[in-house]
């Protein structure tokens, strides 16, 4: 895990008034997959951006024209995935990807969120 970059997104994603809840449960691995099974209620609901695309390989290009960078930093629920940075092409891909998982491509200004419903989300402040 990388506090730094954890602590980048809760303090620019996460509602004002979660983020020390925030904080606090990314820290301690008890509560760590509290925070990612409940990810979308700690976000700011207007950075919440529904996209329409088959599948996440679909919106890499357009978290590319919002300036992602070419790695990424991944919460996930799946531990061997969970707090490693890996290259975004290759995290959205079907098998790079699953349902639940935050990638921050800037922390705490551009991510994607591919929602259990199925729905595909950028994440950022207009």
């Not at 809760?10 to 449960?25: D, N, Q, S, T, W």
């Not at 290759?90 to 790079?96: D, F, V």
């Not at 200004?109 to 929602?115: I, K, N, P, S, T």
Request: with cysteine.
């Amino acid at each position: 895990m990388n506090a730094a970059i954890e602590r980048m997104i809760v303090e620019g994603m996460v509602i004002k008034r979660k983020r020390e809840r925030a904080l606090f449960e990314l820290s301690h691995p008890q509560k760590r997959d509290h925070f990612l099974w409940h990810i979308e209620q700690y976000l700011e609901p207007s950075f919440f951006h529904r996209i329409i695309v088959d599948g996440p390989e679909d919106a890499y290009p357009l978290l590319k024209e919002r300036g992602a960078p070419e790695d990424c930093y991944i919460l996930s629920l799946y531990k061997d995935m969970d707090g490693t940075f890996v290259p975004l092409r290759q995290a959205m891909t079907w098998e790079g990807i699953l349902y639940a998982d935050f990638i921050s491509c800037i922390p705490g200004q551009l991510a994607y969120w591919h929602g259990e419903e199925g729905d595909h989300y950028l994440l950022y402040s207009d």
